[in-house]
């Protein structure tokens, strides 16, 4: 909801992370909780919502996430969702 303004049922967790990140501010402890959400429709219109310079929203197929050069997080998404989706395993950290 904070980054997408879409309102759905939240499933079950499929992963976590904790790190550490330097900031410009200093070091921040991030955690990082990942969720299976199921959607009844499949290119719902996104827009952020929070104060963070998010810059685009999109939808991503699959093979999409394991062609791409750009950069998305959490490192190792699309092989972590293949486990889920294809294997059906629960990951505890994608990377």
Request: hydrophobic share 40%.
């Amino acid at each position: 909801m904070e980054e997408t303004e879409l309102s759905a049922e939240i499933g079950r967790e499929l992963w976590s992370r904790d790190f550490e990140l330097d900031t410009a501010d200093g070091m921040v402890h991030q955690q990082e909780r990942y969720f299976l959400v199921n959607l009844t429709a499949i290119a719902l219109a996104v827009r952020n919502i929070s104060s963070e310079p998010i810059q685009e929203h999109r939808w991503w197929t699959l093979s999409e996430l394991r062609a791409t050069a750009e950069v998305v997080y959490p490192e190792g998404l699309a092989g972590a969702i293949s486990d889920i989706v294809e294997n059906r395993v629960d990951r505890e950290d994608p990377r």
